[in-house]
């Protein structure tokens, strides 16, 4: 039988049912089946998160200075966005401004994790769906070197005996016979479609992402005190400022600054030389692999960020775009405010909470949760041994926010795509740019690819405004301010009684905001709609699918029983699962046993 | 199948030289502390050991732990992983999903039965019947008691595996559990932090590759070459604290000159950590170098000891609290018989809140 939900999609659950748990080379747990026909292409798709950890719960009665540090680990890949959304949520409420060093302080460490989190999710979590590293023991060393130098000829690691030398350790390696994180790859799968020398070029550059990352982070380190999980402040940062005077080397100095420039140049550097060249490469081979699309092609959504000036959220003045686009209509982008109760509401109609009333969405100032697990009655298997999930009834920890009752795409393909239909400069320059280069029509950014492709561009963007904020931040010193927080509300008793207020960011997933209310100094409320709540979504109560399940309809899978095409595009939304998962607002008869300290 | 390999064969094979073996294996030492005597001792083991092969799996978690050990600088998280030991199974990491990943989960425990270590990220919640985390359609806790079974030593990473962490904070909704309660017949090496830092990651593991044998932990189960003293014990701004120099309030003049944070809420006297000595990310810096106080990642219930910004409040008993503040006001004055009195005071209570509060710890 099929169905058409109203988003569009027409679902045919006769076909074999595939099943793919755990979801590998993702942030947390999760859970992927669908239905595939004769020809192979996927009718049908469902995805669950798997894992729950009720941190709003546990947020109740806290200190509002310390939220940031408990929604820190709400996750340690996009570590810090949590914190720093978080700090802007209290800041809202209480109406704390910050001084122009910390805007610029935040900014860069916020756009360090985009480039960060960009280039592992590229190298060490996404390129084993499109690179086969055991065919890179068939390259040709020399003509590898000469397709390094023909895609980037300004890197400097590009020479024949460089390349046969990484070759050599993993020609090793494969023969050990202990293939380690390689075991049971899919390496003879024809969807493979790379010659083996740019698999030798890519594997060689998972090495030297490897080995870059942890030279990214130091900027994290320099102004937070450590990643993952660097220190953050309401009101500012905790990092001074101290360039001239006695104790400077306990504060940012020159060689603070020295560093923290070198390493930007050093991203810069990379994405210009290894991770864009790369993208177009690998892209250039998969061209017409365009499936994945899903909702992008309809509805995304985006908060916007990276605030050119403190304290001023107003979308010109914000770097990455705020919008949203609906019904496909990339003529008309939409203004988003996160306060509206009309605009983000959040349904449970499918995921394993319950409301006091059935099918209604709620915005998250009035979330209204209590976890409820409980399986369909099409399920197959038992209560604690799944092996076919039931999608007619519950089926997901992850709960189905909708931006005026529509499913979202959120991330940086969304970034883009509302950036471009605002005609924003640098993005539509990027854009335009890069689908030239490629031979491609602007259709061809509404696939698995261009969300891939997005995110380079991104990265590369970022490097930039990374640049740009540090200069302003030395500018700023120059003219004699080293102001980095503000405390004239840091003591609970300059706080009004009761208060509400929101953060939003950019994750590198997409879309993030926090909601916080605040009573008598402490958390009253803390809610959070994420990245991957929004990708990961299951159903809602209209039978909208979420934009992870759209994404995998229609796609040909080459051999059913190997799930390279279905972790290709879920990875190209860079699930997150222990983001998406954690939702639950305080209504639970377990927080009787929460003591306000 | 061949036989497991010696690492020594893997960096030869790999084309590193006798020298530069050797070179590594004195880095290595130096690295975890011990003297130049321990080179040849280390060179043996490295030519004569197996590649180990490790299962990493992840319950509860936010990934922070395994986001750490890739920044791991010496030795390189590259080398670690393609060169040292052998991951057979990570979900985060592996290049096969589903079916494919559970066949590499237990080809590698039936292959390798009772010669694996076993890494834990994050812990099993044990409500809902341990649904509130699900791999491969079952409860992680199945998962977690399965690959124990067979594994030669249990390493928890992080607070999540050592003690519960964030998700187990009051009230603890899921009752996430940290792994020792869950296995009790296996030796566990609890490597606290949220995250730990990254070389104390490697080095752990390097420590039980290169003397094949359990690190010496101490009464919590850690180990003590890098969680036997206290953040403040090796902290560069202790002097600041023994002068009574205390920042007073978030960017005043004294922040900017790097006085002690103890007043903003340190808890680098209660933490016990090598955040001081070996700082993070390659030694650039640690919370407290970079102007906030510690929050005590790497205590058990670090969540629910108050704020991050009350002061440590349960060293009073001690008269530590009382001291910092007269002594900042008599610092002016007469700042050297201050030092002198303060420092001893702390060091001697210091040896007796160790002493008085380990065990309590041990009973939770």
Same mark, same amino acid.
């Given at each position: 039988?099929?169905?058409?939900?109203?988003?569009?999609f027409n679902?045919d659950?006769?076909?074999?049912?595939?099943?793919?748990?755990?979801?590998?080379?993702?942030?947390?747990?999760?859970?992927?089946?669908v239905?595939?026909d004769?020809e192979?292409y996927i009718r049908n798709a469902?995805?669950?998160?798997?894992?729950?950890?009720?941190?709003?719960?546990?947020?109740?009665?806290?200190?509002?200075?310390?939220?940031?540090?408990?929604?820190?680990?709400?996750?340690?890949?996009?570590?810090?966005?949590?914190?720093?959304?978080?700090?802007?949520?209290?800041?809202?409420?209480?109406?704390?401004?910050?001084?122009?060093?910390?805007?610029?302080?935040?900014?860069?460490?916020?756009?360090?994790?985009?480039?960060?989190?960009?280039?592992?999710? =590229?190298?060490?979590?996404?390129?084993?769906?499109?690179?086969?590293?055991?065919?890179?023991?068939?390259?040709?060393?020399?003509?590898?070197?000469?397709?390094?130098?023909?895609?980037?000829?300004?890197?400097?690691?590009?020479?024949?005996?460089?390349?046969?030398?990484?070759?050599?350790?993993?020609?090793?390696?494969?023969?050990?016979?202990?293939?380690?994180?390689?075991?049971?790859?899919?390496?003879?799968?024809?969807?493979?479609?790379?010659?083996?020398?740019?698999?030798?070029?890519?594997?060689?550059?998972?090495?030297?992402?490897?080995?870059?990352?942890?030279?990214?982070?130091?900027?994290?380190?320099?102004?937070?005190?450590?990643?993952?999980?660097?220190?953050?402040? +309401?009101?500012?940062?905790?990092?001074?400022?101290?360039?001239?005077?006695?104790?400077?080397?306990?504060?940012?100095?020159?060689?603070?600054?020295?560093?923290?420039?070198?390493?930007?140049?050093?991203?810069?550097?990379?994405?210009?030389?290894?991770?864009?060249?790369? +993208?177009?490469?690998?892209?250039?081979?998969?061209?017409?692999?365009?499936y994945g699309g899903g909702?992008?092609?309809?509805?995304?959504?985006?908060?916007?960020?990276?605030?050119?000036?403190?304290?001023?959220?107003?979308? *010109?003045?914000?770097?990455?775009?705020?919008?949203?686009?609906?019904?496909?209509?990339?003529?008309?982008?939409?203004?988003?405010?996160?306060?509206?109760? *009309?605009?983000?509401?959040?349904?449970?109609?499918?995921?394993?909470?319950?409301?006091?009333?059935?099918?209604?969405?709620?915005?998250?100032?009035?979330?209204?949760?209590?976890?409820?697990?409980?399986?369909?009655?099409?399920?197959?298997?038992?209560?604690?041994?799944?092996?076919?999930?039931?999608?007619?009834?519950?089926?997901?920890?992850?709960?189905?926010?909708?931006?005026?009752?529509?499913?979202?795409?959120?991330?940086?393909?969304?970034?883009?795509?509302?950036?471009?239909?605002?005609?924003?400069?640098?993005?539509?320059?990027?854009?335009?740019?890069?689908?030239?280069?490629?031979?491609?029509?602007?259709?061809?950014?509404?696939?698995?690819?261009?969300?891939?492709?997005?995110?380079?561009?991104?990265?590369?963007?970022?490097?930039?405004?990374?640049?740009?904020?540090?200069?302003?931040?030395?500018?700023?010193?120059?003219?004699?301010?080293?102001?980095?927080?503000?405390?004239?509300?840091?003591?609970?008793?300059?706080?009004?009684?009761?208060? $509400?207020?929101?953060?939003?960011?950019?994750?590198?997933?997409?879309?993030?905001?926090?909601?916080?209310?605040?009573?008598?100094?402490?958390?009253?409320?803390?809610?959070?709609?994420?990245?991957?709540?929004?990708?990961?979504?299951?159903?809602?109560?209209?039978?909208?699918?979420?934009?992870?399940?759209a994404s995998l309809m229609n796609t040909k899978?080459?051999?059913?029983?190997?799930?390279?095409?279905?972790?290709?595009?879920?990875?190209?939304?860079?699930?997150?699962?222990?983001?998406?998962?954690?939702?639950?607002?305080?209504?639970?008869?377990?927080?009787?046993?929460?003591?306000?300290? | 199948?061949?036989?497991?390999?010696?690492?020594?064969?893997?960096?030869?094979?790999?084309?590193?030289?006798?020298?530069?073996?050797?070179?590594?294996?004195?880095?290595?030492?130096?690295?975890?502390?011990?003297?130049?005597?321990?080179?040849?001792?280390?060179?043996?083991?490295?030519?004569?050991?197996?590649?180990?092969?490790?299962?990493?799996?992840?319950?509860?978690?936010?990934?922070?732990?395994?986001?750490?050990?890739?920044?791991?600088?010496?030795?390189?998280?590259?080398?670690?992983?393609?060169?040292?030991?052998?991951?057979?199974?990570?979900?985060?990491?592996?290049?096969?999903?589903?079916?494919?990943?559970?066949?590499?989960?237990?080809?590698?425990?039936?292959?390798?039965?009772?010669?694996?270590?076993?890494?834990?990220?994050?812990?099993?919640?044990?409500?809902?019947?341990?649904?509130?985390?699900?791999?491969?359609?079952?409860?992680?806790?199945?998962?977690?008691?399965?690959?124990?079974?067979?594994?030669?030593?249990?390493?928890?990473?992080?607070?999540?595996?050592?003690?519960?962490?964030?998700?187990?904070?009051?009230?603890?909704?899921?009752?996430?559990?940290?792994?020792? $309660?869950?296995?009790?017949?296996?030796?566990?090496?609890?490597?606290?932090?949220?995250?730990?830092?990254?070389? +104390?990651?490697?080095?752990?593991?390097?420590?039980?590759?290169?003397?094949?044998?359990?690190?010496?932990?101490?009464?919590?189960?850690?180990?003590?070459?890098?969680?036997?003293?206290?953040?403040?014990?090796?902290?560069?701004?202790?002097?600041?604290?023994?002068?009574?120099?205390?920042?007073?309030?978030?960017?005043?003049?004294?922040?900017?000159?790097?006085?002690?944070?103890?007043?903003?809420?340190?808890?680098?006297?209660?933490?016990?950590?090598?955040?001081?000595?070996?700082?993070?990310?390659?030694?650039?810096? =640690?919370?407290?170098?970079?102007?906030?106080?510690?929050?005590?990642?790497? *205590?058990?219930? =670090?969540?629910?000891?108050?704020?991050?910004?009350?002061?440590?409040?349960?060293?009073?008993?001690?008269? +530590?609290?009382?001291?910092?503040?007269?002594?900042?006001?008599?610092?002016?004055?007469?700042?050297?018989?201050?030092?002198?009195?303060?420092?001893?005071?702390?060091?001697?209570?210091?040896?007796?809140?160790?002493?008085?509060?380990?065990?309590?710890?041990?009973?939770?």
């Amino acid at each position: 039988m099929v169905v058409q939900t109203p988003n569009g999609f027409n679902l045919d659950t006769s076909g074999k049912r595939i099943v793919v748990d755990p979801v590998t080379r993702i942030e947390g747990h999760m859970r992927c089946e669908v239905n595939v026909d004769d020809e192979g292409y996927i009718r049908n798709a469902v995805s669950t998160g798997t894992m729950w950890r009720g941190l709003e719960v546990i947020l109740k009665g806290r200190d509002p200075r310390d939220a940031w540090a408990f929604t820190e680990r709400i996750c340690g890949v996009c570590t810090g966005t949590h914190a720093l959304t978080s700090v802007r949520a209290v800041e809202d409420a209480l109406g704390i401004t910050i001084p122009e060093n910390a805007n610029s302080i935040r900014n860069i460490m916020q756009l360090n994790l985009e480039i960060h989190d960009h280039i592992v999710h =590229f190298y060490h979590l996404h390129a084993l769906d499109w690179v086969n590293p055991v065919n890179a023991l068939r390259a040709d060393p020399k003509a590898t070197s000469e397709l390094q130098q023909a895609v980037s000829p300004s890197h400097p690691l590009s020479s024949p005996g460089y390349f046969r030398d990484v070759q050599n350790r993993l020609k090793q390696f494969v023969e050990s016979g202990q293939l380690g994180l390689f075991k049971n790859g899919y390496w003879d799968n024809p969807a493979y479609l790379l010659p083996p020398e740019a698999d030798l070029m890519a594997t060689t550059h998972y090495l030297e992402a490897l080995d870059l990352q942890k030279e990214v982070v130091k900027i994290h380190t320099i102004f937070g005190g450590k990643n993952p999980h660097p220190n953050w402040l +309401v009101g500012g940062v905790p990092c001074p400022i101290n360039v001239h005077s006695t104790g400077a080397v306990g504060a940012i100095n020159m060689e603070r600054l020295n560093h923290v420039s070198s390493i930007i140049d050093k991203c810069i550097e990379f994405n210009k030389n290894v991770y864009l060249p790369d +993208v177009v490469a690998i892209g250039g081979f998969y061209k017409n692999w365009l499936y994945g699309g899903g909702l992008s092609s309809q509805s995304v959504l985006a908060y916007g960020d990276i605030p050119e000036n403190a304290n001023d959220f107003s979308p *010109e003045q914000l770097h990455l775009p705020r919008g949203a686009i609906i019904n496909g209509d990339l003529t008309t982008v939409h203004d988003v405010d996160v306060r509206d109760p *009309e605009q983000i509401q959040e349904f449970v109609d499918h995921s394993w909470y319950e409301y006091a009333e059935k099918g209604k969405g709620l915005h998250p100032w009035d979330g209204e949760t209590q976890a409820k697990f409980e399986l369909g009655p099409n399920l197959k298997g038992t209560r604690t041994n799944i092996e076919e999930i039931d999608e007619g009834a519950k089926y997901s920890w992850i709960k189905a926010p909708r931006w005026r009752g529509n499913a979202m795409e959120v991330g940086p393909l969304a970034r883009y795509i509302v950036g471009y239909a605002k005609g924003h400069e640098d993005i539509t320059e990027q854009v335009t740019g890069l689908l030239r280069t490629m031979d491609l029509p602007v259709e061809a950014l509404f696939s698995t690819l261009g969300r891939t492709a997005a995110r380079a561009l991104e990265a590369e963007y970022c490097g930039r405004l990374q640049k740009h904020f540090f200069d302003k931040l030395v500018t700023n010193i120059k003219n004699g301010d080293e102001s980095t927080a503000n405390v004239a509300k840091w003591d609970p008793k300059t706080w009004p009684k009761e208060a $509400k207020g929101v953060g939003m960011t950019e994750a590198p997933r997409g879309a993030l905001g926090h909601w916080v209310r605040i009573k008598d100094g402490r958390i009253e409320n803390y809610q959070c709609v994420v990245p991957t709540t929004w990708n990961g979504s299951p159903r809602d109560s209209q039978g909208n699918i979420g934009a992870f399940e759209a994404s995998l309809m229609n796609t040909k899978m080459e051999r059913p029983e190997e799930p390279v095409e279905i972790l290709r595009t879920l990875h190209s939304f860079d699930p997150c699962l222990a983001c998406s998962t954690h939702v639950m607002s305080p209504d639970g008869d377990e927080l009787t046993t929460v003591k306000i300290r | 199948m061949a036989a497991i390999e010696t690492f020594y064969d893997v960096m030869r094979r790999q084309g590193i030289t006798r020298r530069s073996f050797m070179k590594y294996c004195s880095l290595t030492a130096s690295a975890l502390g011990l003297g130049p005597a321990f080179v040849p001792k280390i060179a043996h083991a490295m030519e004569t050991k197996p590649r180990t092969p490790v299962i990493w799996v992840h319950g509860l978690e936010c990934t922070c732990c395994s986001e750490s050990f890739i920044r791991s600088a010496h030795p390189l998280a590259k080398d670690v992983v393609l060169s040292m030991i052998s991951l057979d199974y990570d979900d985060t990491l592996m290049a096969a999903a589903g079916h494919q990943a559970e066949a590499a989960l237990e080809d590698t425990i039936e292959k390798y039965k009772g010669n694996y270590i076993l890494a834990v990220e994050g812990n099993p919640p044990l409500n809902e019947d341990g649904m509130y985390c699900i791999i491969g359609g079952k409860p992680f806790v199945e998962q977690l008691r399965h690959a124990a079974e067979h594994a030669k030593a249990i390493i928890s990473w992080g607070a999540c595996a050592s003690y519960g962490c964030v998700q187990a904070a009051k009230p603890n909704p899921t009752r996430a559990t940290p792994v020792h $309660k869950v296995i009790i017949d296996k030796p566990i090496i609890k490597v606290p932090g949220c995250p730990p830092i990254a070389e +104390v990651m490697t080095g752990v593991i390097t420590y039980m590759l290169t003397f094949d044998r359990l690190p010496e932990l101490d009464r919590q189960g850690r180990p003590a070459m890098f969680y036997g003293q206290r953040i403040h014990d090796k902290c560069y701004r202790r002097p600041h604290f023994d002068a009574g120099q205390f920042v007073e309030a978030w960017d005043d003049d004294n922040a900017r000159k790097g006085y002690c944070l103890y007043k903003m809420g340190c808890k680098g006297p209660t933490t016990y950590n090598a955040c001081s000595t070996v700082r993070w990310n390659e030694g650039v810096s =640690f919370p407290i170098q970079s102007g906030h106080g510690c929050i005590g990642c790497s *205590e058990d219930g =670090f969540w629910d000891q108050g704020s991050f910004y009350n002061r440590v409040t349960d060293l009073t008993q001690f008269g +530590v609290e009382k001291n910092a503040d007269q002594v900042g006001m008599a610092a002016a004055g007469v700042v050297g018989a201050g030092v002198a009195v303060h420092a001893a005071v702390s060091a001697l209570k210091a040896a007796q809140k160790k002493s008085q509060s380990q065990p309590s710890k041990e009973e939770v």
